[in-house]
């Protein structure tokens, strides 16, 4: 049974399932718990996360379980990589992914290695929750789509959901995956509203969904745009035109069959991507389809992708910046 909840609310439940269901589960970040200040009770509540996704967590579980950390994300980083090797699940909290150059160096070098490094022997199954994208005036430093960089890396999983349900899901999936997972918010979409599965429920990591059928051309996106690929489809269904909108959600591993699958029914294909196109997902998704699927392709893949530059601060610059649906169809009728 599904009822409506936000994109906040929706993972706010899956951290409280998994917290419930396995007492190894703990969540570590900045204000986690509240850090702010305390209410008449003395309890620390005052915020839950920079949006609020941890708000009551404390109170239910115990500061044993979510724990506020200094501002110090190579630190706690870094003794969540060693909670998880030695039999944690920690759920981190990094605010902005932004913040991962600060703390690389245990996600790349110690998290996504020692599995490799111990033959099978080892295990790291740490999740990391960290907000992503441009859209809401938070300027250069605050607004990058950087899922790209941790999906490079060997050993490191990386999904991105694009609505409640999946944000539930997923992330449940995440915190019980044996392996460290990068799980991408779209702070664009943290107060979207939609239906989400009451109870324990999970969305297999690596695998793209179908979330509209079409038969002219393939229109894929992840996270926030998803929703620009879902306009423009709306639009072009009204001039003629089927497109079919493909959600990765999981950037590694990659759905690489549902891709081709699709592109095998259209023959076209544009890819909508928040991130800047160089070395991105974007350019993976097309390097793909010309590589396995060219025999598919009835045209060019077109690229629809944020330019390489920084996000801007300017409310008109910043929403010329974001991939629109207006540059989707511009897209589309290039391949005729």
Request: net charge negative; glycine share 10%.
């Amino acid at each position: 049974m599904a009822r409506e909840l936000l994109f906040v609310q929706a993972i706010n439940e899956a951290l409280a399932i998994a917290l419930e269901s396995d007492p190894d589960v703990i969540v570590l970040g900045e204000d986690v718990a509240g850090g702010g200040g305390r209410d008449a009770e003395g309890i620390e509540e005052a915020w839950g996360g920079i949006m609020g996704a941890t708000k009551g967590l404390y109170r239910r579980f115990g500061p044993e379980r979510v724990r506020d950390t200094p501002i110090s994300e190579m630190g706690f980083l870094g003794a969540a990589v060693g909670a998880a090797a030695t039999g944690l699940r920690p759920v981190v909290e990094l605010m902005f992914m932004d913040f991962l150059g600060v703390a690389f160096d245990p996600l790349l070098n110690q998290a996504a290695k020692l599995r490799y490094m111990f033959g099978g022997k080892a295990r790291v199954p740490l999740t990391v929750r960290t907000l992503v994208g441009a859209g809401v005036r938070a300027a250069a430093q605050h607004s990058q789509t950087l899922y790209g960089m941790t999906s490079a890396v060997p050993g490191l999983k990386t999904v991105c959901p694009s609505n409640p349900a999946d944000a539930k899901g997923l992330l449940l999936a995440a915190i019980r995956d044996d392996d460290p997972v990068v799980f991408c918010e779209p702070k664009s979409l943290m107060y979207a509203k939609g239906a989400v599965p009451e109870g324990d429920w999970t969305v297999p990591l690596g695998r793209a969904a179908v979330v509209r059928a079409g038969s002219d051309v393939t229109l894929v996106g992840v996270g926030r745009t998803v929703g620009t690929a879902l306009e423009a489809a709306e639009r072009l269904a009204a001039e003629g035109t089927s497109a079919e909108v493909l959600d990765l959600r999981s950037l590694a591993p990659l759905d690489e069959e549902a891709i081709l699958a699709s592109l095998a029914k259209t023959g076209r294909l544009v890819v909508v991507d928040e991130a800047p196109p160089r070395c991105g997902i974007a350019s993976d998704v097309a390097a793909l389809c010309v590589d396995r699927g060219f025999d598919l392709l009835n045209g060019p893949v077109k690229k629809v992708t944020a330019p390489h530059a920084p996000v801007p601060f300017s409310p008109v610059l910043e929403d010329a910046y974001v991939p629109s649906a207006e540059r989707v169809l511009a897209a589309v009728r290039e391949l005729g």
